[in-house]
């Protein structure tokens, strides 16, 4: 130990208070020269030595924290730039996890001071905010924007814990999915026949699109003489503007099968898109995108979703969002008994798992008929009753 000086020192002389001061060997650098982290300002020597031994222990378990200090905000900043591959929809949620909810929080508080107690106030600030409190769907997704940023502080050794991990938050209640009977359904088809995107909601609930996917369909992916649509490509809305790219996973890229009806609407949808761009000027060839505006242009996907739940309310039916035709079309025909394994091949999911826990409990016709192919298969093993 050295007291203030820099003098070595092994104890007081009588009516002294040095200060103490500690250092340990921490690694070695690039050249192979000895590393050396030096603290001082301990007033007494127990309490020096009691800082020296926790210091060389985290050295010895290899949770040595190295860098200058650097605050909340700089590291988020620094951590999202290098987000260079995900998507740009989950680069803008993240982003606004940022700028509105961590960084107003705890952009001032140094990364390595950190603690459970910070994280947990700034939870309890945003739960209980006069007017708009954020849901727990809301919440669950900041803590997972956090929760990663600081396990990557922590892979990088800036931080010893991750203080997110230990929080605890309300649980989200479990969303029952607004869907459409079939009498609905057809009421819609009945009421939108002669609206422009009439068969653009055909195709939703015949295929189970997301909304991307059908604002992203091209001509190029319409295959009507083998009943088939590729999806290749979305486009997804941005505050930016609408960006086009793949699929919302690799699962996502797939053919789905249509129905001869749907087939026909889709024939006759091309003809009246190839009048209207001759009407133009333009040849079958500057043709690219399936539902488009007057203009040729392609047809925003929030104006898909925005028209559709008001032709719904005009409609007199339930209101539903544009994604629930989605869930309408995986329902009914899991009622129809179509597989599990066809359903998620034709919704893109990524695993079985996934379509079978969004969707085996949304239409009480899937328990029905679940519970009649149980009682026809024991029923039908049962021995006719004899009578005395």
């Known amino acids: 130990?050295?007291?203030?000086?820099?003098?070595?020192?092994?104890?007081?002389?009588?009516?002294?208070?040095?200060?103490?001061?500690i250092f340990y060997e921490v690694g070695r650098d690039a050249t192979g020269k000895r590393k050396q982290e030096t603290k001082s300002g301990f007033t007494t020597k127990k309490e020096a030595q009691i800082a020296l031994s926790a210091a060389v222990d985290r050295v010895n378990k290899g949770l040595y924290v190295t860098g200058a200090p650097v605050l909340v905000r700089d590291f988020l900043d620094g951590w999202l730039q290098g987000k260079a591959t995900l998507r740009d929809s989950t680069v803008q949620a993240y982003r606004s996890h940022l700028d509105l909810y961590l960084i107003p929080h705890l952009g001032h508080v140094r990364l390595a001071e950190l603690r459970h107690h910070h994280v947990e106030r700034m939870f309890t600030d945003l739960r209980s905010r006069p007017g708009a409190p954020l849901s727990p769907a809301t919440l669950q997704r900041i803590r997972a924007t956090f929760n990663s940023a600081l396990n990557s502080a922590m892979k990088r050794q800036l931080i010893l814990v991750n203080p997110v991990a230990s929080i605890e938050l309300p649980s989200i209640p479990r969303r029952s999915h607004s869907v459409w009977t079939i009498d609905e359904l057809n009421r819609f088809f009945d009421f939108t026949a002669k609206e422009r995107l009439a068969v653009a909601y055909r195709v939703v609930a015949m295929t189970g699109f997301r909304r991307g996917e059908i604002a992203g369909l091209r001509w190029e992916d319409?295959?009507?003489?083998?009943?088939?649509?590729?999806?290749?490509?979305?486009?997804?809305?941005?505050?930016?503007?609408?960006?086009?790219?793949?699929?919302?996973?690799?699962?996502?890229v797939r053919r789905v099968p249509i129905?001869?009806?749907?087939?026909?609407?889709?024939?006759?949808?091309?003809?009246r898109m190839t009048e209207e761009a001759l009407g133009r000027g333009e040849g079958r060839t500057a043709m690219e995108y399936v539902f488009v505006k007057e203009d040729g242009s392609p047809v925003m996907p929030e104006t898909i979703y925005k028209t559709m739940r008001r032709l719904a309310l005009r409609a007199g039916l339930p209101p539903i969002r544009l994604h629930d035709l989605r869930h309408t079309h995986a329902s009914h025909a899991l009622a129809a008994?179509?597989?599990?394994?066809?359903?998620?091949?034709?919704?893109?999911?990524?695993?079985?798992?996934l379509t079978m826990d969004t969707y085996t409990a949304v239409l009480p016709e899937v328990a029905v008929v679940a519970a009649d192919l149980i009682a026809a298969a024991v029923d039908g093993k049962r021995r006719p009753a004899v009578g005395g």
Do not use: N
């Open 222 to 252: 319409v295959d009507l003489d083998r009943r088939i649509l590729h999806v290749r490509q979305q486009r997804v809305q941005l505050r930016t503007g609408v960006k086009v790219g793949p699929p919302k996973s690799d699962t996502g």
């Open 337 to 353: 008994g179509i597989p599990m394994k066809v359903v998620q091949e034709r919704l893109g999911h990524s695993s079985i798992s």
């Open 1 to 21: 130990m050295k007291d203030a000086k820099g003098k070595s020192i092994t104890d007081h002389r009588p009516g002294c208070k040095p200060k103490w001061e």
């Open 259 to 271: 129905d001869e009806t749907t087939a026909d609407l889709l024939r006759q949808h091309r003809a």
